[in-house]
């Protein structure tokens, strides 16, 4: 009797254990999944700003296929199935950190239309200065402050991951 309730005892907590770990591991799952959306969206994010410096590089006024990279690229981060839309459906807690990333990638994409207009005016001295610019209402510093919030909210998913899967070991 006492051997049987012994047993009993251990599978119990063996299956709180199980349970517990595959919930934690799940968690997991999901910050990895949400990091490397976040990750190729960061990778999106630098082609397309590679794409905006080309266009002036090339002095192409009228933007042509480098310009239309840069489109191509932050669409695939801010569109309703895009990249951003990946890290939130892999972690639903990232819906504010989503926010703040698509706003930020906007008003990269509103500075960036700005650049346009200044080279396709002939103004490629301002443009060029709006583009390695750091301050408000520069594409530089648009793209600075995304980059810099999309490594944020990679580093924190790195580190929900790796807080889950050492619970799960635990």
């Not at 599978?11 to 799940?26: K, P, Q, S």
């Not at 009228?62 to 890290?87: C, H, I, K, Y």
């Not at 583009?131 to 510093?141: C, D, E």
Request: proline share 1%; no cysteine; glycine share 14%.
């Amino acid at each position: 009797l006492v051997a049987g309730l012994a047993v009993l005892v251990l599978v119990g907590w063996w299956a709180v254990a199980a349970i517990t770990a595959d919930a934690r591991l799940g968690g997991a799952q999901g910050h990895s999944d949400a990091g490397a959306a976040l990750d190729d969206a960061r990778i999106a994010v630098l082609s397309a700003r590679s794409n905006e410096s080309l266009v002036l590089v090339a002095r192409n006024s009228g933007g042509g296929s480098s310009d239309q990279g840069f489109a191509v690229q932050l669409a695939r981060v801010v569109d309703d199935g895009g990249l951003l839309a990946s890290a939130e459906r892999a972690d639903p807690d990232l819906a504010d950190r989503v926010g703040a990333l698509r706003a930020a990638a906007t008003a990269w994409g509103d500075a960036h239309r700005g650049v346009r207009q200044l080279d396709d005016g002939g103004q490629y001295a301002q443009a060029v200065a709006s583009v390695v610019g750091q301050g408000p209402g520069t594409s530089g510093g648009a793209f600075d402050a995304l980059d810099a919030a999309l490594a944020k909210a990679t580093g924190e998913e790195r580190a929900a991951f790796a807080v889950d899967v050492e619970a799960a070991e635990g």
